[in-house]
């Protein structure tokens, strides 16, 4: 009677140990998912900056040629009179 006894807690402890341990294992493969998908983010987003700073750059050297066209155009020392 008492092998059996035993034989029934070693084979409850070692279905809790399993049943623990593949939900550790479920845990450990969802963070490295998770994990994964942040560093494809961050990878697209630094694939993306060379392209942002180029428009930027771009953009302000139009705004530079705009900026210069104006301030030609007016006689100077008359900026703000006039208001």
Do not use: W
């Not at 402890?13 to 994964?36: H, K, M, P, T, Y």
């Not at 697209?44 to 060379?50: G, T």
């Amino acid at each position: 009677m008492i092998y059996v006894i035993i034989l029934v807690v070693l084979i409850a402890l070692v279905a809790f140990g399993a049943s623990g341990f593949n939900r550790l294992r479920r845990a450990d493969i969802s963070a490295q998912e998770a994990l994964g998908g942040i560093d494809v983010q961050l990878t697209r987003r630094a694939d993306l900056l060379p392209n942002l700073v180029e428009t930027v750059k771009g953009y302000a050297g139009h705004e530079g040629g705009a900026r210069g066209d104006r301030a030609g155009s007016h006689p100077p020392g008359r900026c703000g009179e006039g208001r």
